[in-house]
């Protein structure tokens, strides 16, 4: 039988308690803590019968919708082209111009948890980023969870993502946004809570008293506003993003009944 070792039973319990700061207390999914106290992006499922999952965030501007809207990630891309040296294969580390479009300055490990991908040939596709230095104000100096699988020649383009869990913002209905979570409550800026990514879950409803009405639709999307509605209820001609399917019976036997509870399916 296979002996496994104290890092890995260690991984497991992250995976489903998070993985805690050293000298952190526990935060539970209805606290919000102005101290972070778990990585941001940090996993924690619920016990049977429950079986939620949530995700540890970080709130970049205040969360006051009371219907439990759906909330986005508020980070814009990042274009940057590889600096100062070119790496070679096995490298785990990379420097890259500060992008032009970014007005502040890049603060240590803002890119913790995030992803780059680097458009060589063949394009290395999604390597996690495990930290990152301060900006010396031109250049930045990003570390990898793996080594780089081909050299990488000075400049080349480059794309980088903050972890999707850090700066969460509220939906906006303007301009293109994705639901990463649902908040629990309202957050308060800076603020670090459990955000819902998985099961049992409430959305206040977009249009009329709730979804699930209309015999035969079981598939609920989110709204621009990260408010909740069926298929039926959607405009023909835009797209929406799935956010799961309804739990209850609503329309069996012609006993068609509004409802705003589903089962959410963002991150498993």
């Known amino acids: 039988m296979r002996r496994y070792t104290r890092a890995e039973w260690e991984q497991v319990f992250d995976h489903v308690l998070g993985s805690r700061l050293v000298g952190q207390p526990a935060q539970g999914i209805r606290e919000q803590s102005a101290v972070q106290r778990y990585e941001i992006g940090s996993r924690m499922e ?29 980070d814009t891309l990042h274009f940057m082209n590889t600096a100062v040296v070119a790496g070679v294969a096995g490298d785990r580390n990379i420097s890259v111009v500060i992008d032009p479009a970014d007005v502040a300055g890049y603060v240590r490990d803002q890119f913790r948890g995030g992803s780059i991908t680097i458009h060589t040939g063949p394009i290395q596709i999604v390597y996690s980023i495990i930290g990152n230095e301060p900006d010396d104000g031109t250049n930045v100096l990003l570390h990898l969870g793996e080594p780089l699988i081909a050299a990488v020649p000075l400049p080349t383009f480059s794309e980088i993502h903050e972890n999707q869990y850090n700066s969460i913002v509220p939906m906006t209905g303007a301009g293109d946004q994705s639901v990463v979570a649902v908040p629990l409550m309202p957050i308060t800026i800076d603020n670090f809570f459990w955000g819902q990514t998985w099961g049992k879950c409430v959305c206040g409803a977009a249009v009329g008293g709730g979804i699930g009405a209309v015999v035969n639709e079981a598939s609920v999307y989110f709204q621009d ?44």
């Open 46 to 74: 619920m016990p049977a019968p429950d079986y939620r999952i949530f995700h540890y965030c970080r709130a970049d501007i205040a969360i006051t919708n009371v219907n439990y809207a759906g909330v986005a990630n508020g």
């Open 225 to 268: 506003d990260g408010s909740i509605a069926s298929g039926t209820d959607l405009a023909p001609a835009t797209g929406f993003q799935y956010a799961g399917y309804i739990i209850p019976t609503t329309s069996r036997l012609a006993a068609n009944a509004d409802s705003i509870y589903f089962m959410l399916q963002l991150a498993p």
